[in-house]
Structures are given as C-alpha cells and as structure tokens.
C-alpha cells in the first residue's frame, strides 16, 4: 500500500495495545467507549456520565465541538463542555473521549480530554492530523464518509509519522446508494484492516446506521468480526437529545446490549 508504512503490519507484527489511563485498547477486552453525541448540560452530562459506569462503559464519549451538516444546527458548548467531561471523569474515573475539530482548539481539547477523536469530516485534514500527533495523546481517527482502507491508513501515517503509535482507528460506516441507513457499516474493514495494520480497531454502529433499533444487532456483527472496541451513543432520554436522538440507545436499551454482548464475547474469547 502507498505510503503506509509506520503503521503496516509489515513494519510492526504484533498488535499495537493503546493505553487510555490504564484501560488498554487492543487486548482481549472489548472496550465500550458510550455517552451521548453531545455535551448538552451539565445535569444531562453528568447523568449519563453515572448511567454509562453503572452499565459498564469503559470510556465516556460526549461531544463539545460537533461537526453538523447545518451551521445553525446546534454546535457544542465548546470549552464548557469540555470542563463538563472533565468534572464526568472526577466523578466516575472514566476517561473521556472528545472530538477536536480544528488545529486552533487542539491545546484546548488536549488539556481536557484522554482521547483525541478525529471526525470523519477530518480524516483528511492533514494539518489536524499531524498536530494531533504530537500531543502524546491517544488519538482515535473516524474512518472519512468515503475513504478507502488505503486513504485511511495513510491518515494514521500521518499521526504516527509525528512520533506516537498511539492511534485506534474507527470504522464508523461509509457512503454507498443506501440511504435507508444513514451509512452502510464496513463489516469487513475490520479483519481486513486489521491484517494490514497493527493499530486497534473499534466500531461504531450508532453513526453507522443512524437508527437505534439496529445498534444492538451491528454491534454484535463487530465483535464477531473482531473489532476491539465499540463506540456507542447512549443518551438518557434520546426523544429529547439535540443531536442524534434517533441513532441514540436509551440506558434500557444499552443495559440490554451489554448484557447480550457477554455470551458472544466469551464465545470469542473475549470479555466485556
Ligand atoms: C461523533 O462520533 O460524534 C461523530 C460526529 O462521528 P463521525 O465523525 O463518525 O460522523
Ligand atoms: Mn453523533
């Protein structure tokens, strides 16, 4: 593959285990990073912050910077959102992962943030990417809407070119004809990238299907293909959410899948 090299398996046999204060990315445990896709509020953050340790989330996900297609959609609360996720991870002392959107708020995002999430929207924002890399911080690099395995390999080359192998890479859905879903979910971009590189893989079928109710199953479909993580939106009350309310589990919802994803992990040799 042009360019990959840093990152190929080729250059490294053995996987790439990323650490995140100490939760590990790319063992055997599946790693669940939920929470809503935006900081709202202080109340709803920090609500969801305690639904998502008690239903055993690893990771706290939650958006202060959010990449909407309409610019009068809402934005994020920005730095005071990211001083939110900082009070959730004193409360629960879960790590948190946020998105960073631009070059200029990437010491902002750093100072608040154990993981560096690099949008879609970005994958190819080279300066971003290149920035990002060197904040000695875990970055987790989305998948762009239409990049190919080769494209988003060398987005991580970018990254790792600056000095850290700490990378998970995200496949999050692509564009295709369909349009049922909001994104047709790569299955096989798992083992298939994960032959080619020794990063961490995880998924996220919340973006990926845009609907809720096909969450649960995707989900399973990627810890059956290998993924080593899943990223899911979970918001308390998803009827009333101001992003992403119709791809967002209710905790009910993500207590139910937490608990049908433990047999199939064991099945894998996995735990949860
Ligand atoms: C997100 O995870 O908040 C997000 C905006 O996802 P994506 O970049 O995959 O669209
Ligand atoms: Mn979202």
Redesign the pocket.
Known sequence: MDGVNLVSRKYKEENTIVNVNGVLIGTDKLVIMAGP??VESREQLLDSAHIMKELGADIM?G?AF??RTSPYSFQGLAEAGLKILAEARELTGMPIVT?VMDTKDLDLVSYYSDIL?I????MQNFALLREAGKRGKPVLL??G?AATLEEWLNAAEYIVSEGTDQVIL?E??IRTFETYTRNTLDLSAVPAIKALTHLPVIV?P??ATGRWELVNPLAKGALAVGADGL?I?VHPNPDKALC?GQQSLSPANFHKLMQELKPLASAMGKII
């Open positions: 896709c935006a996900r958006g959010k990449p998105e999430q949008g879609s929207r970005n989305k998948r809407l995200c999050r859905g996220d919340s973006h990223l939106e992403d």
